[in-house]
């Protein structure tokens, strides 16, 4: 049986025949903390909410194999689906203020996924609920517990979300930028609270987002996506240090933190390529410094590596900074 929480082999999502996301494979070990990043559309939160379940018509998933905890979710009935979901794997959405109902108290809130999932009642029910809001920093939670969403500020709603997600003690937490719109201060509180369960709760954690340098600091794993497709994905702090992938590059020589002296941040010329007007060869093609003809006749696959080292991965034909890895197992 595969070590591994979640397994995703080729998953694709489609809206009207136009690919979202294509070929994604992503492994997830239990515990783990793996950042997603990527640009706006990158395709980071369409794969995510495919996991979930919540890609509605005219959107179109399909996957050689969605294995969470040795469950096959492609063959899983809605019943059984509906068990894991929500429960084992739990989602924190990037606003919070547009994902909770505004016509119920965030309490009424939590205790809807606690009487869904954990068939709590009664006073039970209301001490577990303010347990909750104790343990996501929310103060004076006896009061608070019947705030309305618009009561409360960006950073309690979204403490508000996050206790609803660790309601049911999840295997798998997704945060899907769970740092937008908010200050820098609250920013910090969150993603510290977010760490702080994860380690308390010993579940994996799956951070998005499009800001590397959050993620170097929480994930100990990142996959890169561009255009739909995972591009890279390596170890932190292997892949700060030596990217494979010139995306990867590129997006590392824009984070002023990465690039301390620089005199001017590199910007990363042209536009990624629309649903419709995709290359027939790699997408970043267009926009690479080291393409050359063979980029633009195939499509690379996301290869390893190193032989025996899953976690170091590129989709390039000419992957970069690999003169000190040891191509026959193991690092020079």
Do not use: W
Not at 37 to 50: F, N, R
Request: glycine letters at 8%; charged letters at 20%; hydrophobic letters at 45%.
């Amino acid at each position: 049986m595969s070590q591994n929480l979640l397994t995703i082999r080729n998953l694709a999502v489609n809206f009207n025949g136009l690919p979202a996301v294509d070929r994604i494979n992503l492994s997830i070990a239990p515990g783990e903390v793996v950042g997603v990043v990527g640009e706006s559309g990158s395709g980071k939160s369409v794969t995510m909410m495919a996991l979930m379940g919540l890609i509605d018509a005219p959107g179109k998933v399909t996957a050689d194999e969605v294995t969470f905890n040795g469950v096959d979710l492609l063959k899983a009935s809605p019943k059984a689906r509906r068990k894991i979901v929500g429960k084992d794997i739990a989602m924190v959405f990037q606003d919070a203020l547009t994902s909770l109902n505004p016509s119920y108290t965030v309490g009424y809130q939590i205790k809807e996924v606690l009487k869904l999932h954990e068939g709590l009642r009664g006073d039970a029910l209301h001490r577990r609920a303010l347990e909750l809001l104790d343990q996501v920093g929310i103060p004076d939670a006896k009061n608070r517990i019947t705030s309305f969403p618009h009561q409360m500020s960006g950073g309690m709603n979204q403490r508000v979300m996050i206790a609803m997600a660790v309601a049911c003690n999840p295997k798998l937490l997704i945060a899907d930028e769970p740092t937008t719109a908010l200050d820098v201060t609250i920013q910090a509180q969150i993603m510290d609270l977010l760490v702080k369960l994860q380690k308390e709760r010993g579940m994996a954690l799956v951070l998005i987002s499009h800001d590397l340098a959050v993620v170097s600091e929480v994930a100990q794993r990142v996959a890169v996506m561009y255009a739909g497709e995972v591009i890279e994905t390596n170890r932190v702090p292997d892949i700060f240090r030596a990217p494979h992938h010139p995306y990867t590059e590129a997006l590392l020589a824009a984070i002023p933190e990465h690039n301390k002296g620089a005199r001017r941040l590199a910007a990363l010329p042209g536009m990624v390529p629309g649903r419709d007007d995709r290359p027939s060869g790699c997408l970043f093609a267009p926009r690479c410094k080291y393409v050359v003809d063979d980029c633009r006749k195939a499509r690379p696959a996301l290869d390893t590596l190193v032989p025996g080292n899953d976690a170091m991965r590129a989709r390039c034909i000419k992957p970069l900074n690999v003169s000190n890895l040891d191509l026959t197992g193991g690092a020079r």
